[in-house]
């Protein structure tokens, strides 16, 4: 048995899973839609296909002295658990596919044990199925997600015309790129870091004290909600031109209208906030699944009222500087 160390971003997933073994809450799924004649042989193969391709998919986790290791297995047997759902009353169907998907997406993994990959097939009708897809986030992030649904597509197309899938050549595995990220994440380089981070934080507000209708719990429940809403199309254009007009980002002018509103709720001028990064900087990692995304920290100080052009530069020099450093 062979023990890879772990990338930085698993290590912190590891950490936290073992503080809530059980917990569901660092799974990623996904639902895919299919409709026509299915070759079910077919999509059992272009799975394991896709496991064969990328090893992180085949991944387990020992600890080994309170330590997490990668371990790669040479397994690719993917177990399709199929649900049959046509005996349920077509009124019913639709409604009871989605309790099922949500029943099994919520079943947490066993990080030592493996597989840290599930599939799950319904079949709501003659000619119609939902693949639910099922990753913990040690293996994968929302990147990967695009990436694997769209390896699955080109490889079933592929297996049905008899032509190549034309997936480009993976010139590394995640094991080697956790391998250089320890290696480059050392010695001078971690001071620097730590150097430039503990200057930029230096005296900030932990928590902004929001208006809230409740007291904050002491017990995190992760009872939640969101709301969805849509922008009116002449709004949508407006901003992005002001955008344009000030050689930014929308990402920018929508965050720095967050600090704003913030600002605003809570009286506070130093702000924040945690924005996460795909953190893909090398072109080697473009088409590898696994989980590389990072949170990256921007702090936004308001004192002074500035004005919102003054505002907007910060806000982007701010980001500019971290993606930098993250």
């Known amino acids: ?3 890879f160390p772990t990338s930085f971003a698993q290590l912190r ?7 809530e073994p059980d917990s569901p809450h660092y799974n990623i799924p996904a639902a895919v839609s299919l409709k026509g004649a299915l070759n079910v042989p077919v999509l059992e193969q272009v799975l394991t296909e896709i496991i064969e391709r990328h090893e992180v998919l085949r991944t387990r986790f020992e600890n080994v002295d309170g330590e997490p290791m990668q371990v790669v297995t040479s397994d690719v047997n993917l177990k399709l658990s199929k649900h049959d759902l046509r005996e349920v009353p077509l009124e019913l169907r639709e409604s009871e596919a989605q309790l099922l998907a949500r029943e099994l997406v919520r079943r947490p993994f066993d990080l030592a044990a493996g597989p840290l990959l599930r ?3 319904l079949r709501l009708h003659d000619e119609e199925w939902i693949l ?4 913990h986030h040690i293996i994968a992030d929302g990147w990967s997600m695009g990436i694997l649904i769209g390896e699955f597509a080109a490889l079933y197309e592929a297996a049905g015309s008899g032509k190549s899938a034309g997936l480009p050549e993976l010139p590394i595995q995640y094991v080697d790129f956790a391998h250089w990220e320890r290696e480059w994440l050392q ?16 005296g900030v507000i932990q928590h902004p004290e929001l208006p809230h209708d409740e007291p904050r719990p002491r017990v995190r429940s992760y009872r939640g909600a969101h709301l969805d809403f849509v922008l009116p199309p002449e ?5 992005k031109g002001f955008s344009k007009r000030e050689r ?18 809570t009286g506070q001028k130093d702000f924040v906030i945690g924005s996460p990064t795909a953190n893909r900087n090398q072109v080697e990692t473009e088409h590898l699944i696994g989980c590389f995304v990072n949170t990256l920290v921007l702090r936004a100080d308001l004192s002074g009222d500035p004005t919102y052009r003054e505002l907007l530069e910060r806000v ?7 993606y930098v450093h993250q």
């Open 235 to 239: 709004l949508s254009e407006a901003v």
């Open 13 to 19: 997933i590891w950490f936290l899973s073992q503080l």
């Open 132 to 135: 639910v897809l099922n990753l």
């Open 316 to 322: 982007r020099h701010t980001v500019q500087e971290a």
């Open 248 to 265: 930014t980002s929308l990402f920018v002018t929508l965050l720095t209208a967050f600090y704003a509103l913030l600002s605003r709720c």
């Open 1 to 3: 048995m062979q023990f």
């Open 119 to 121: 599939a799950h097939l």
């Open 187 to 202: 010695g001078d380089v971690v001071s620097d870091h730590l150097l430039y981070w503990k200057e930029k934080l230096a």
